[in-house]
């Protein structure tokens, strides 16, 4: 697993009598963008400060970089938790030189990149500025520049996109690209389906303390697929037959599913000498339904 | 190390750069001079020259009256004194005692010194009594004979053998003065570290800054930064109150010509005077105890005031656990009155034993003179208590800092001593 960033086995936490993980395990590839997925209270806040360690794992092994976790690892790591905050009453530049130089940094260095960073964020006249003078936006994208800021070899965010409008959320979702084409991991968690689909790579559905899905997106799209298909026809109503059966209609959109054993071709035949089509589409399901479905069956 | 050095360094910087540090540290050293020059002043300024016009139809009490160094009294007739009582201006006098039979009153155009209707008062006083003993058939100069004053010189016989003279009075100033500082600095670093935590939690910025060092650095690097703002206010309360009241001593020289009657003889003697007053009490001892006893009850008190600030969300949440906390850092504070007048008893061996109340009630001890081994074996003890608390707030601390929303019981926080890693 040498192109793997991350690796974590058979993770097990336990708070009291309650699991938090349950043998939890997942692969990061190197330079992926990883979506940890699941829903409220699933877990996945317990996996992000383990692999912060922040908090240690009851058992289970934590691979970094193909080394054994440890504490040198904070410096290669980046982590922007979704609570998240700055020191009100400070000011802006001394506080992210502060955090970059707690991440290991020299002074010097710190200062370097930061004012690199505010430059190209556009935010470079708010160094001086308090950061209870700032909006909550302001203070969302000086976030951001601190968790990036020490060039980490993986990054983690929890929920990056909240607190900024549409214009700055595509601005921190280009810089989160850009970040990911310089090679630098990402691991992504967001409650937003859609944004997982067109950031993501690879995901990992935790569901009560368990994964229940792990691998790249397309293949987990493959494997939920079922043989459904949609079929637009110009006017006339379609009939089920021996071929299919009909999952929903609407005017003259019709949802179909395979019959067992027989293929999409033997069913188009069957209709296309009845009705005429406009369109024959198979229907790749989207993560939200993926999400869904496999909490629901889990 | 060189993180949690990063983090004093906040801590500090941002601490000793507030205002509200800045004010106090300047009008600590101010009201302390202030109430030792203040009384001196008022002594002093009441000791002018007056004269006191007396009135009274038939002549008794006055002509009894005597001058003393800084009353003079001047009988005047009714009708000077009716008028007087109109227009006080223009004359000389500083007050008309009126009396009429056994009532006095005294007029002035001002608010009448306390010196001086005391010193008239005492002298009418005296004058009835002896008018009182003689209607008795008392001889007065068989009382004066009777009546007796001494005085005791306590002396203390130290291990070696030596008596030295025991200064209780010295003992009990110094003692109560740096029992009431710790309990004070206690108190005050003690909830900075506290509300330190919560403004961590509240502002959301701990989970951030745990990603870079572990909790127990953030949260010793914040007692340390703290401890560190405590000893540079206590060291600049020292020099700035020695400065000021230098300078305040010559100004008030200059200023009131009573006190520049005062000559260097007279210092001398004041100066002379302190030293004996003080002479059985090591202050060296007492200074270092005093660093030891702040720091050591500070590092105590401080982890158990953090893990109370993580516990929480908000400050107003903090009563139920700050109360078992302070509460025997008041008993300590009720406690200095009773144990300076018995600082070798038994509460007060024990007080200064259990380390929650020994930082207060050892300082108080300390002017006494304690035993060497006492010292020893409260200090230990103290130690080892603080590593104890240090040890169980930290990991209270590490779950507390990352929960929000819920509120914290008792029963919660062992189970949170349990949890690991």
């Known amino acids: ?298 | 190390m060189r993180k949690i050095w990063l983090i004093i360094k906040r801590e500090y910087l941002v601490r000793v750069r507030k205002k509200s540090f800045i004010v106090m540290t300047l009008v600590g050293p101010l009201l302390m001079v202030a109430l030792m020059i203040v009384p001196v002043y008022l002594a002093n300024e009441s000791q002018e020259e007056r004269m006191i016009a007396i009135s009274e139809e038939v002549l008794g009490f006055s002509k009894q009256l005597e001058d003393t160094e800084y009353l003079h009294f001047t009988i005047i007739p009714e009708v000077e004194a009716e008028q007087l009582k109109t227009d006080f201006s223009e004359s000389p006098y500083y007050a008309l005692l009126h009396i009429v039979e056994d009532s006095f009153t005294l007029y002035s155009n001002q608010q009448i010194s306390l010196t001086v209707s005391s010193a008239i008062e005492n002298q009418l006083e005296q004058i009835i009594e002896r008018k009182k003993l003689k209607a008795l058939g008392i001889d007065l100069q068989l009382l004066e004979e009777v009546s007796t004053s001494i005085n005791i010189t306590t002396k203390i016989i130290s291990e070696d053998g030596n008596s030295v003279q025991s200064q209780t009075k010295a003992s009990m100033g110094i003692g109560f003065f740096s029992g009431i500082l710790i309990y004070m600095f206690i108190f005050m670093y003690g909830t900075m570290v506290m509300r330190g935590v919560i403004e961590e939690k509240t502002s959301r910025i701990v989970e951030v800054i745990i990603s870079s060092v572990k909790p127990f650095q953030l949260m010793m690097g914040k007692i340390l930064g703290v401890a560190l703002v405590g000893l540079t206010q206590f060291v600049l309360w020292i020099l700035l109150t020695i400065i000021i009241s230098t300078i305040a001593e010559f100004a008030f020289l200059d200023m009131s010509s009573m006190t520049a009657d005062m000559s260097d003889q007279d210092q001398s003697l004041i100066l002379a005077k302190i030293s004996t007053l003080t002479g059985g009490i090591n202050l060296m001892q007492i200074f270092a105890s005093f660093i030891f006893y702040f720091l050591a009850g500070y590092l105590m008190y401080s982890s158990l005031f953090a893990a109370v600030g993580s516990a929480v969300d908000a400050e107003e949440d903090t009563q139920q656990f700050i109360l078992p906390i302070t509460l025997p850092l008041i008993l300590s504070f009720i406690l200095i009155q009773p144990i300076m007048e018995n600082p070798d008893g038994t509460l007060a061996f024990w007080m200064s034993m259990i380390p929650f109340t020994s930082p207060v009630i050892m300082m108080v001890r300390l002017p006494f003179g304690v035993a060497n081994w006492e010292i020893a074996l409260s200090m230990c003890i103290l130690i080892a208590s603080f590593v104890f608390t240090t040890w169980l707030a930290a990991k209270i601390y590490r779950v507390g800092i990352l929960m929000y929303g819920k509120k914290a019981t008792y029963k919660e926080l062992l189970k949170w001593i349990s949890y690991k890693g």
């Open chain 1, 1 to 298: 697993m040498k192109d793997s960033i991350f690796i974590a086995k058979d993770i097990v936490k336990q708070y009291g009598n309650y699991t938090a993980l349950n043998k939890v395990s997942i692969t990061v590839p190197k330079g992926s963008i990883y979506g940890l997925l699941g829903p409220n209270g699933a877990g996945k806040t317990t996996l992000m400060r383990i692999i912060n360690q922040i908090i240690a794992p009851d058992s289970g092994s934590l691979l970094f970089d193909g080394e054994l976790l440890q504490n040198h690892h904070i410096a290669d790591i980046g982590y922007l938790p979704e609570e998240r905050g700055l020191y009100k009453k400070m000011k802006v530049g001394e506080q992210a030189l502060y955090l970059a130089q707690l991440k290991g940094m020299s002074y010097a260095e710190a200062l370097v990149k930061l004012k690199f960073w505010f430059t190209k964020l556009d935010i470079l006249d708010w160094w001086n500025k308090k950061v209870e003078e700032l909006s909550k936006g302001m203070a969302q994208k000086i976030q951001f520049v601190v968790s990036v800021i020490h060039e980490p070899k993986l990054l983690i965010f929890d929920e990056p996109f909240s607190g900024f409008d549409p214009i700055n959320a595509a601005i921190i979702r280009q810089e989160i690209l850009e970040l990911s084409e310089k090679g630098t991991t990402i691991i992504f968690s967001t409650h937003r389906m859609e944004s997982v689909e067109e950031i993501c790579d690879h995901i990992a559905l935790i569901n009560k303390s368990e994964t229940i899905l792990e691998g790249p997106i397309e293949e987990i799209k493959k494997q939920f697929t079922n043989n459904s298909y949609e079929v637009i026809t110009a006017n006339k109503k379609l009939c089920e037959n021996d071929y299919f059966s009909i999952i929903s209609a609407k005017d003259t959109t019709f949802r179909i599913l395979l019959k067992e054993g027989k293929t999409h071709k033997e069913a188009l035949q069957s209709i296309i000498n009845e009705v005429e089509i406009i369109s024959f589409k198979k229907e790749t399901p989207t993560m939200e339904e993926i999400f869904i479905k496999a909490v629901n069956n889990a």
